[in-house]
């Protein structure tokens, strides 16, 4: 095939479909685009169009829910293949109860204003970040006095606006039919992870750190989600709950990773700057100067870093960002945003956060049971500890039956806090005071041997925005050839399709060799897409728009010597090889172990 024929007639698009049912509110500069050519090849379009839809809900067309298999393959290949993190799966709906130990009831909030004349909703922080440059860590106070300094109205009708007050995010429900137990669909997955967490530490055979995993959907009712796939009322999330001894937070795997130099941009003044800057530091350094508290979040800073590089995201486009006090969730000790630069700005599609000890001690509190890890000592510590010892004969003869909870109650007493003027003790029953005199027990310094002790474990976690992940790598790796030719530059094993697989023309010689092609390459575990419709280099631009790395045609040659040309998409450089050859070299080329230049022509 000449360079004539091959790349000579790609279109910049398919002129049939270019204004298909778009949504011309969202078309506004690169977003618009990439939104544009999203719906168009398949990736994603807004839910329920057909009934108009509702905002902050999409669908997954084709390449989309591909795409994003492919980042969810690749990140359960790091964090539960490689480092060995066990993968549980929990339900979307949740008892109230569990969401008053956590906190969310109270705490998971925005503050909200709505318009007095036209009753339009806002989110209060999205009406003042041209006059604040971090509106999101203001109280409902300081929003109202910026609301009225600044005369900010109704961005609608220009109405006046209501005081901003708290709105919680969660969906409510019921559980069961006329039912009165509530329940909420869950902001995140990690509570079904500290709920179990008993479970699963019988699981690790009692033995700390572990890490857990959980792949799923979650949902946030936000309150006005207008920037497409930022901001959505259903989304997927994958999370990882790592429990920690709290006087241990080193990691095993640290030395790996902490010569790696990450972009950092720690919390305080620089951000309080027109254009903060980050610091580019090896994770070591981070340490000693202190900018990083532990080797633990180190270690899932880097494991992150590594994570978003392999897909596609790094350089300029991505950085560290450490919260502010009045930013940090009601949980954290401490917290860093992976963020990306997209053309709505830097958004966050990772936090990782020091949730300590807080999601399993109100568990414990909330729920009776006992969350809580036993750690062994080397050897036994031997102490002296004063303890009431209870007389079992007196104790049984005086209070018959209730004696055995009697002496459960005295046993759990402090003896170094029972007074030694012979004083009779108190202790409380079923909710009745009962008066013990001290023929019934004794306080006796004894030498106890210590095995163990009891700690309530910490928490580090990651969590992966997977849709705010998807979006940005399709805006990353969007860019304009000559013409404005769009092409999605995926890396070859995030890409959908792996590769087009076409007949030079429909014809049926030419199909059955095709077909035998991709029976083959099928038989590789590669995802093939077969196209016969259109010119060539039409379907080129198709797969190129598609962000298919590479495509293979066949042609009348591959007839006489049983050759098949295979396309780069970047270069648009071409290779003939044998038919024979073409599985393990397209399999080569997308796992990396081969470049493309370094194919040597049949």
């Not at 010569?259 to 003044?269: D, E, Q």
């Not at 209870?390 to 018959?400: C, Q």
């Not at 769009?486 to 399709?497: C, D, E, N, S, Y």
Request: charged share 30%; glycine share 6%; aromatic share 10%.
């Amino acid at each position: 095939m000449t360079e004539l024929e091959r790349d000579s007639d790609i279109d910049k698009t398919d002129d049939d479909v270019e204004n298909a049912d778009i949504d011309e509110s969202e078309l506004s500069g690169r977003a618009g685009k990439i939104i544009t050519l999203a719906k168009r090849r398949g990736f994603f379009w807004n839910s329920n169009e057909i009934y108009g839809g509702s905002a902050g809900f999409y669908d997954y067309g084709p390449l989309g829910t591909r795409l994003e298999c492919n980042l969810v393959d690749i990140w359960r290949d790091i964090f539960v293949i490689q480092e060995g993190y066990a993968e549980i799966s929990t339900p979307v709906i949740t008892p109230e109860m569990v969401f008053s130990a956590s906190g969310h009831l109270k705490e998971f909030t925005d503050l909200m204003v709505e318009c007095k004349k036209c009753s339009e909703p806002f989110r209060a922080d999205q009406l003042l970040t041209e006059h604040h440059p971090q509106p999101d860590n203001l109280n409902a106070e300081e929003v109202n006095g910026m609301l009225t300094e600044f005369g900010i109205k109704c961005p609608v009708c220009g109405g006046a606006l209501s005081e901003a007050y708290p709105f919680n995010l969660m969906f409510k429900t019921n559980i069961g039919p006329g039912s009165k137990r509530i329940g909420y669909l869950r902001p995140e997955t990690a509570q079904g992870m500290f709920i179990n967490f008993h479970l699963l530490y019988r699981y690790f055979r009692e033995k700390i750190p572990f890490g857990v995993v959980q792949i799923g959907r979650a949902f946030r009712n936000e309150i006005s989600p207008r920037q497409g796939m930022i901001r959505l009322r259903e989304f997927k999330m994958a999370e990882l709950e790592y429990f920690i001894d709290p006087s241990d937070k080193s990691h095993p795997k640290y030395e790996r990773i902490k010569g790696l130099k990450i972009p950092l941009l720690p919390a305080g003044k620089p951000q309080e700057e027109a254009k903060p800057t980050t610091v580019a530091i090896t994770l070591e350094e981070a340490i000693e100067k202190k900018i990083l508290g532990s080797e633990v979040m180190a270690y899932f800073i880097g494991l992150t870093y590594e994570y978003l590089n392999s897909i596609g995201l790094s350089g300029p486009s991505l950085r560290f960002r450490q919260h502010g006090e009045k930013e940090k969730a009601h949980y954290a000790e401490d917290c860093w945003d992976a963020e990306i630069l997209t053309s709505f700005g830097w958004i966050e599609c990772v936090g990782i956060a020091d949730r300590s000890c807080y999601d399993i001690e109100r568990h414990n509190e909330y729920s009776g049971h006992t969350l809580a890890v036993t750690i062994h000592h080397e050897q036994p510590i031997e102490r002296e500890v004063k303890k009431v010892i209870v007389d079992n004969k007196a104790l049984g003869k005086k209070f018959k039956a209730l004696s055995v909870k009697i002496k459960a109650a005295l046993e759990k007493l402090d003896g170094n806090k029972v007074a030694d003027d012979g004083s009779p003790l108190k202790v409380n029953i079923d909710g009745k005071d009962y008066e013990i005199d001290r023929d019934c027990f004794e306080v006796k310094t004894v030498t106890e041997k210590e095995f163990g002790k009891k700690i309530i474990p910490h928490v580090i976690e990651p969590s992966f925005g997977l849709d705010r992940i998807t979006f940005a790598l399709i805006e990353n790796s969007y860019y304009e050839r000559e013409s404005s030719y769009r092409v999605l530059r995926f890396k070859p094993q995030v890409a959908p399709i792996n590769a087009g697989v076409f007949p030079l023309m429909a014809k049926p010689e030419l199909v059955e060799v095709t077909q035998k092609c991709i029976e083959n390459l099928k038989n590789m575990k590669l995802n093939i897409f077969y196209d016969d419709s259109g010119s060539i280099g039409r379907r080129y631009a198709r797969m190129d728009e598609a962000g298919t790395p590479f495509c293979v045609t066949i042609d009348y040659d591959s007839l006489k010597d049983n050759t098949v040309t295979i396309r780069e998409r970047d270069s648009t450089d071409q290779v003939r090889i044998k038919i024979a050859n073409l599985p393990k070299i397209l399999n080569d080329l997308i796992e990396e172990k081969l470049i493309f230049k370094e194919i040597k022509a049949a």
